[in-house]
Nanobody, 117 residues
Framework: QVHLVESGGGLVQPGGSLRLSCAASGFTFSKYAMSWYRQAPGKERELVAA????????NYADSMKGRFTISRDNAKNTVYLQMNSLKPEDTAVYYCNAQYQAVINYWGQGTQVTVSS
């Protein structure tokens, strides 16, 4: 059974940092591209960052470039999202996604990130 379990969310002040983790099981993690998405209240889900299966290439939404870093540890079946210089507009539920050749998609249950003073 496939599981993607996000953790690391919480309440942080503007300018602060958080590190999200997504632990995967039930599939061959190293063969899947991994991504982080987010969805704010009343808004559509949007791509935050993505990383290829072997971690050789990353991609970021423009508003996250320079502040967020996606990484993965295939030995631990885990993908990370380091978020720095957080802003109130980063408040959202953050979701982990695993994709295989644009055919198979798995989603986690999400973790809430709230940026507020």
């Amino acid at each position: 059974q496939v599981h993607l379990v996000e953790s690391g969310g919480g309440l942080v002040q503007p300018g602060g940092s958080l590190r999200l983790s997504c632990a995967a099981s039930g599939f061959t993690f190293s063969k899947y591209a991994m991504s982080w998405y987010r969805q704010a209240p009343g808004k559509e889900r949007e791509l935050v960052a993505a990383i290829t299966s072997v971690g050789g290439s990353t991609n970021y939404a423009d508003s996250m470039k320079g502040r967020f870093t996606i990484s993965r540890d295939n030995a631990k079946n885990t993908v990370y999202l380091q978020m720095n210089s957080l802003k109130p507009e980063d408040t959202a539920v953050y979701y982990c996604n695993a994709q295989y050749q644009a055919v198979i998609n798995y989603w986690g249950q999400g973790t809430q990130v709230t940026v507020s003073s």
